[in-house]
């Protein structure tokens, strides 16, 4: 109750708190990180989720983005998904899984993108996210994305998704 007192009135909690190693380091001794990025697939402005989720009007072929999602998969040099600003030493890292999949159920406009690393370039779930939704809306192929992925080229990206929809669900230690 204390912490969250402190925390009032940003929209998050502390549910649960541990003693820490004194070397503890949040960010360097995490070996995973899973993130969600939310996307609301319909032409109706959006309401409720507004500020919670890109709204992507156009119909999306998530069938065609999952295919896209699992060539991202591997240990690649993801220097066309890196922002300008990038601060990590390399560009080489391992994607464990992007998955592309429907909300609740397939008559749902939701669509989610899973994607877990070990770690991850600044914005490179962004980018990659909107990428794959270039490939739904029919943009690019699959094997676009291959080869934007093996050119190393910042300009072979597609446009960053917006901030609105990325969640950090968890950090496994």
Same mark, same amino acid.
């Given at each position: 109750?204390?912490?969250?007192?402190?925390?009032?009135?940003?929209?998050?909690?502390?549910? !649960?708190?541990?003693?820490?190693?004194?070397? $503890?380091?949040?960010? $360097?001794?995490?070996?995973?990180r899973v993130y969600l990025y939310r996307i609301i697939n319909r032409r109706a402005p959006l309401?409720?989720?507004?500020?919670?989720?890109?709204? =992507?009007? !156009?119909?999306?072929?998530?069938?065609? &983005?999952?295919?896209? /999602?699992?060539?991202?998969?591997?240990?690649?040099? $993801?220097?066309? $998904?890196? @922002?300008?600003?990038?601060?990590?030493?390399?560009?080489m890292k391992t994607l464990d899984k992007c998955e592309v999949s429907w909300g609740s159920d /397939?008559d749902s406009p939701r669509i989610n993108i899973v994607c877990e690393a070990r770690n991850f370039?600044?914005?490179?779930?962004?980018? &990659?996210?909107?990428?794959? =939704?270039?490939?739904?809306?029919?943009? &690019?192929?699959? @094997?676009?994305?291959?080869?934007?992925?093996?050119?190393?080229?910042?300009? !072979?990206?597609?446009? =960053?998704?917006?901030? @609105?929809?990325?969640?950090? &669900?968890? =950090?496994?230690?």
């Amino acid at each position: 109750d204390a912490l969250n007192a402190h925390l009032r009135p940003l929209p998050v909690a502390v549910l !649960r708190a541990e003693e820490a190693a004194p070397d $503890f380091h949040a960010r $360097f001794d995490a070996v995973r990180r899973v993130y969600l990025y939310r996307i609301i697939n319909r032409r109706a402005p959006l309401a409720l989720e507004a500020g919670k989720a890109w709204r =992507v009007p !156009r119909e999306l072929d998530i069938d065609a &983005m999952n295919t896209a /999602a699992r060539r991202l998969v591997g240990h690649h040099d $993801f220097t066309t $998904f890196r @922002d300008s600003k990038c601060q990590a030493a390399s560009p080489m890292k391992t994607l464990d899984k992007c998955e592309v999949s429907w909300g609740s159920d /397939a008559d749902s406009p939701r669509i989610n993108i899973v994607c877990e690393a070990r770690n991850f370039l600044h914005r490179q779930v962004r980018s &990659m996210v909107g990428t794959l =939704v270039e490939v739904g809306l029919g943009k &690019m192929s699959a @094997d676009d994305v291959a080869a934007a992925l093996a050119a190393k080229d910042r300009a !072979r990206c597609g446009p =960053v998704a917006p901030p @609105d929809g990325l969640y950090l &669900m968890r =950090v496994d230690y």
